[in-house]
């Protein structure tokens, strides 16, 4: 949520914008009599960030795409800040939320899993602030409902914090590798092979056998199983099921002592 202190917006604006369905649209207080909505600027706004990245964002361009003079998009959204406020609850509400069953186990997987496919659908997210969350309607709904797999597990309530924030923290890591790669793919000249084929005599001079023993042994054998140096997608799954070993040696750890 975007703080007046910080320089990030105006926090009673944003909450009405995000809530604007329950509070009401708010009415724009200057510029032409409106042409447009909230949800058509913040839809052009995810269109330029998936198609360009967020840092193209701009007012202007918001602008240009609705066919509004530039101060227009003002009277919509008061700033960036709260535009990507906007931005990250639209998003955050996209996929539905699956009904939460079986072992606890598939449960997280299924909090990791909806996390991962919200960042490889917008990759620009892994570059927003998450230090202060986005208190919209979307994300509190994930949020309660995450919060809802491990309910009835007697942790605390602060450890249910910890944890659902500790799963869905780890997925940003593997989903930055995995949208990387997919980047490279896409505008690289070469594939991987080609590449590898390419600069396997020199890296055979390099990489002496006496100096890198154990990396030497550990690369082959990772680039055998992937046919690629890494595959971002099953180090994600490896990462998460080491995650999930811990939280369920934690939760057992934590019902022995009650």
Same mark, same amino acid.
């Given at each position: 949520m975007s703080t007046a202190s910080d320089?990030?917006?105006e926090p009673d604006r944003t909450l009405r914008l995000l809530w604007r369905e329950r509070l009401g649209e708010p009415v724009g207080s200057r510029g032409p009599k409106? @042409?447009?909505?909230?949800? %058509?600027?913040?839809?052009?706004a995810i269109r330029l960030a998936d198609d360009e990245g967020i840092e193209t964002?701009?007012?202007?361009?918001?602008?240009?795409?609705?066919?509004?003079?530039p101060m227009s998009v003002y009277t919509y959204v008061p700033g960036k800040a709260e535009l990507i406020d906007l931005m990250v609850d639209r998003v955050a509400g996209e996929q539905p939320l699956p009904e939460l069953g079986g072992t606890l186990r598939e @449960?997280?997987?299924?909090? %990791?899993?909806l996390a991962w496919n919200e960042y490889v659908r917008h990759p620009w997210l892994l570059s927003i602030d998450t230090s202060r969350p986005q208190l919209g309607p979307n994300v509190a709904d994930r949020w309660e409902w995450s919060l809802r797999a491990i309910e009835g597990l007697g942790l605390s309530d602060l450890d249910m914090d910890r944890v659902i924030t500790l799963v869905v923290g780890y997925v940003s890591g593997p989903a930055r590798s995995h949208v990387d790669a997919e980047r490279l793919r896409r505008t690289a000249t070469e594939t991987d092979d080609e590449w590898w084929e390419r600069n396997a005599p020199l890296l055979v001079q390099i990489m002496d056998p006496a100096r890198f023993p154990i990396s030497g042994r550990v690369g082959q054998a990772a680039g055998a199983d992937d046919g690629a140096p890494a595959d971002p997608e099953q180090a994600f799954w490896f990462g998460l099921g080491r995650v999930i070993d811990?939280?369920?040696?934690?939760?057992?750890?934590?019902?022995s002592v009650r």
């Amino acid at each position: 949520m975007s703080t007046a202190s910080d320089g990030r917006g105006e926090p009673d604006r944003t909450l009405r914008l995000l809530w604007r369905e329950r509070l009401g649209e708010p009415v724009g207080s200057r510029g032409p009599k409106q @042409r447009t909505s909230v949800d %058509a600027v913040v839809d052009v706004a995810i269109r330029l960030a998936d198609d360009e990245g967020i840092e193209t964002i701009s007012m202007r361009r918001i602008a240009e795409r609705l066919g509004l003079k530039p101060m227009s998009v003002y009277t919509y959204v008061p700033g960036k800040a709260e535009l990507i406020d906007l931005m990250v609850d639209r998003v955050a509400g996209e996929q539905p939320l699956p009904e939460l069953g079986g072992t606890l186990r598939e @449960r997280l997987e299924q909090v %990791a899993r909806l996390a991962w496919n919200e960042y490889v659908r917008h990759p620009w997210l892994l570059s927003i602030d998450t230090s202060r969350p986005q208190l919209g309607p979307n994300v509190a709904d994930r949020w309660e409902w995450s919060l809802r797999a491990i309910e009835g597990l007697g942790l605390s309530d602060l450890d249910m914090d910890r944890v659902i924030t500790l799963v869905v923290g780890y997925v940003s890591g593997p989903a930055r590798s995995h949208v990387d790669a997919e980047r490279l793919r896409r505008t690289a000249t070469e594939t991987d092979d080609e590449w590898w084929e390419r600069n396997a005599p020199l890296l055979v001079q390099i990489m002496d056998p006496a100096r890198f023993p154990i990396s030497g042994r550990v690369g082959q054998a990772a680039g055998a199983d992937d046919g690629a140096p890494a595959d971002p997608e099953q180090a994600f799954w490896f990462g998460l099921g080491r995650v999930i070993d811990g939280i369920e040696a934690y939760v057992a750890a934590a019902a022995s002592v009650r």
